[in-house]
């Protein structure tokens, strides 16, 4: 099994950032997926997470209404669409399934 992140990097507040991931090694549409953030310091926490059709989602307070979450199952991919960014939401993101975790994308946000 491998979860690959992609599309971290550095931004400015207000900016929007899209992270990637892609699965590989397990069937992917028949699992839900999340994105977990941890912060240096600070616990792993939930961001955002969908369920194996796409038609359902679910969101940490803190980013509902600015996170969405996507999928396509064709291409064995999830998406993280991140708008009006925050310096709070600076963080290593992973992409998990069941147990198991990609190896994380870096994103800062700062001036």
């Known amino acids: 099994v491998r979860l690959v992140e992609s599309g971290g990097g550095l931004v400015q507040p207000g900016r929007s950032l899209r992270l990637s991931c892609i699965a590989s090694?397990?069937?992917?549409?028949?699992?839900?997926m999340s994105w977990y953030r941890q912060a240096p310091g600070k616990e792993r926490e939930l961001v955002a997470y969908?369920?194996?059709?796409?038609?359902?989602?679910n969101y940490a307070d803190s980013v509902a209404g600015r996170f969405t979450i996507s999928r396509d199952n064709a291409k064995n991919t999830v998406h993280l669409q991140m708008n009006d960014l925050k310096s709070e939401d600076t963080a290593v993101y992973y992409c998990?399934?069941?147990?198991?975790w990609g190896q994380g994308t870096q994103v800062t946000v700062s001036s």
């Open positions: 998990n399934t069941y147990v198991w």
């Open positions: 090694g397990f069937t992917f549409s028949r699992y839900a």
């Open positions: 969908i369920i194996n059709t796409g038609r359902s989602t």
